[in-house]
T-cell receptor, first 107, second 112 residues
Framework: KNEVEQSPQNLTAQEGEFITINCSYSVGISALHWLQQHPGGGIVSLFMLSSGKKKHGRLIATINIQEKHSSLHITASHPRDSAVYICAVSQVGDMRFGAGTRLTVKP | KAGVTQTPRYLIKTRGQQVTLSCSPISGHRSVSWYQQTPGQGLQFLFEYFSETQRNKGNFPGRFSGRQFSNSRSEMNVSTLELGDSALYLC???????????FGPGTRLTVL
């Protein structure tokens, strides 16, 4: 079993829909990261969180440490949000990654 | 500030050769981490350097090595290349060990 599990693997939405991507982990962590990867490979860090909730524009990330679960929400989705979203957990100096969720937002 | 830069961006090698990839972190960042991304295994942690010291290493064979210089620039080396080493190699820099990481564009290595 992978230490970091994401669901769903693939997600197709219509523009404007509310999107949720889930991440569960089974190891102790110092922080959880949500990353975005566009075609071509570049990765952007969206959030790094160790408790509670963070918001940046239309993106919201939450984490429940007791349940070892995090969610990434996208409100009012847009075609430019189409990308692979990757959940990762960091311990002391290393990072373990989920397999990613491929999101396609159709106009 | 300039972002993380990686050189070269693309590289083609043959089995048995060795390769050196370079990463220049964001100015002021002292931690550099390296990752391998393949379609089959996804993203995997290779190693992390801080102030010229390797602090953590992932589960990769000894053919994979790295170093960090006094200006925080880092290199990774893969010796005796195998077909399975074909991957996107990403580096990321951060101010410290548990800070947000900023990723470079990656080096796409193809081993023939």
């Amino acid at each position: 079993k992978n230490e970091v599990e994401q669901s769903p693997q693939n997600l197709t939405a219509q523009e404007g829909e509310f999107i949720t991507i889930n991440c569960s982990y089974s190891v102790g962590i110092s922080a959880l990261h949500w990353l975005q990867q566009h075609p071509g490979g570049g990765i952007v860090s969206l959030f790094m969180l160790s408790s509670g909730k963070k918001k940046h524009g239309r993106l919201i990330a939450t984490i429940n440490i007791q349940e070892k679960h995090s969610s990434l929400h996208i409100t009012a989705s847009h075609p430019r949000d189409s990308a692979v979203y990757i959940c990762a957990v960091s311990q002391v100096g290393d990072m373990r990654f989920g397999a990613g969720t491929r999101l396609t937002v159709k106009p | 500030k300039a972002g993380v830069t990686q050189t070269p961006r693309y590289l083609i090698k043959t089995r048995g050769q060795q390769v050196t990839l370079s990463c220049s972190p964001i100015s002021g960042h002292r931690s550099v981490s390296w990752y391998q991304q393949t379609p089959g295994q996804g993203l995997q942690f290779l190693f992390e350097y801080f102030s010229e010291t390797q602090r953590n290493k992932g589960n990769f064979p000894g053919r994979f090595s790295g170093r960090q210089f006094s200006n925080s620039r880092s290199e990774m080396n893969v010796s005796t290349l195998e077909l399975g080493d074909s991957a996107l190699y990403l580096c990321a820099s951060s101010e410290g060990q548990n800070n947000e990481q900023f990723f470079g564009p990656g080096t796409r290595l193809t081993v023939l």
